[in-house]
């Protein structure tokens, strides 16, 4: 039986926000913003990057044990920075002016 690790919390966390990233790339896409909408998409095309990064890090800490602490430290430093992406995304789009 495998241990509560923070790679079963970061793995369907990532997975999770991959999807929503991608589903407001699409809402922003449909909404056609300007020049505003290429940097929130590239923002967060960026960010699905790094949660799936975050996500294939925690996924393989969890099969081999022998990396598990190295591999476990670069899923939650790559979640971390995929948060803070998010967030900056978050204020772009929430003061963008039409």
């Given at each position: 039986?495998?241990?509560?690790?923070?790679?079963?919390?970061?793995?369907?966390?990532?997975?999770?926000?991959?999807?929503?990233?991608?589903?407001?790339?699409?809402?922003?896409?449909?909404?056609?913003?300007?020049?505003?909408?290429?940097?929130?998409?590239?923002?967060?095309?960026?960010d699905?990057?790094?949660?799936?990064?975050?996500?294939?890090?925690?996924?393989?800490?969890?099969?081999?044990?022998?990396?598990?602490?190295?591999?476990e430290?670069?899923?939650?430093?790559?979640?971390?920075?995929?948060?803070?992406?998010?967030?900056?995304?978050?204020?772009?789009?929430?003061?963008?002016?039409?």
């Amino acid at each position: 039986m495998q241990k509560d690790g923070l790679s079963a919390h970061i793995l369907p966390t990532s997975a999770t926000l991959v999807g929503a990233c991608m589903t407001v790339i699409s809402v922003v896409k449909l909404t056609h913003p300007g020049r505003v909408g290429v940097v929130i998409d590239k923002l967060l095309a960026l960010d699905t990057v790094l949660f799936l990064a975050s996500a294939l890090f925690s996924f393989v800490s969890m099969r081999i044990r022998r990396f598990e602490t190295r591999l476990e430290g670069f899923a939650e430093i790559l979640f971390l920075i995929a948060l803070c992406v998010a967030g900056i995304a978050a204020l772009v789009l929430s003061f963008q002016i039409s």
